[in-house]
Every structure is written in structure tokens, then in C-alpha cells.
């Protein structure tokens, strides 16, 4: 896959992650994302909700790390897409983001693209792009 089509997923991704639009994403953005998706699946608890928060709490401890950030520093959109686009080509992106997409996608009655909290999107091969 070229990084143009890469760079568009990743700038997607960040969008959804800015939950407070203001072009920077942090550990609060990735919280409030996990806790977006949670409610969209009627307030879940118990366990997948744990796992699921967990689980988002890694994804962003890991882009923070491969960015080059503190655990709780800030990230441009060109700090996280690059952060992405490297760890994809060093082979590690599953590794940071398996932790939530794995239980945000066994959890998750959802048919739409909105994807697991870190982005798994990156390999579907039929994705078109922000709608």
C-alpha cells in the first residue's frame, strides 16, 4: 500500500481520535474515543469495558512512544501520522494497536466503518477514505 493512501487513512484516524477538535491528540483523546465507542454499544461494563479502556490507554502509549512523546504529551496530526507510517514500516503496528482493536472488534455489534479505538482500517484493502 503507498504511503499517499496510508497518509489519508492515518489523517482519518487522527481526525476521529481529535475528539475536541483542537489539532492535537493526547491519552484524553484516546480515552474518549474508547468511551464513544462504549457508549455506542449501550454502556457495556464489566470486563470489555476494562479491556477496552485498557486497551486504548496502550495504543496511545505506544504512538506516544514511536512519536517521540512523553506518556502524557500531545501530538500534532504530522507527529501522529508519521508515528503510524513508521511503526507500520518497522512491522510493530499491530503490536500497539492489537490491545484495543482486538476487544473493540470481538465487543462490537456495529456494522459501520467506524472502526476499532486505534485504527485497524489500515488493512482493508477496500477502504475509500473519510466519508
Request: glycine share 10%; proline share 5%; with cysteine.
Amino acid at each position: 500500500m503507498n504511503e499517499t493512501v496510508l497518509r489519508a487513512r492515518y489523517e482519518h484516524r487522527f481526525d476521529q481520535y481529535d475528539t475536541d477538535g483542537d489539532g492535537k491528540v493526547g491519552r484524553s483523546d484516546f480515552a474518549a474515543r474508547a468511551a464513544r465507542l462504549l457508549q455506542s454499544l449501550g454502556n457495556v461494563g464489566g470486563a470489555k469495558a476494562e479491556n477496552l479502556l485498557n486497551g486504548a490507554q496502550a495504543c496511545w502509549a505506544g504512538v506516544a512512544a514511536m512519536a517521540g512523546a512523553d506518556d502524557d504529551g500531545l501530538l500534532s496530526r504530522e507527529q501522529f501520522v508519521q508515528a503510524l507510517l513508521r511503526t507500520r514500516a518497522q512491522g510493530s503496528l499491530r503490536q500497539i494497536v492489537e490491545p484495543s482493536a482486538t476487544v473493540a472488534t470481538v465487543s462490537s455489534p456495529l456494522a459501520d466503518d467506524t472502526g476499532p479505538p486505534c485504527g485497524k482500517d489500515d488493512t482493508r484493502p477496500e477502504w475509500k477514505g473519510p466519508r
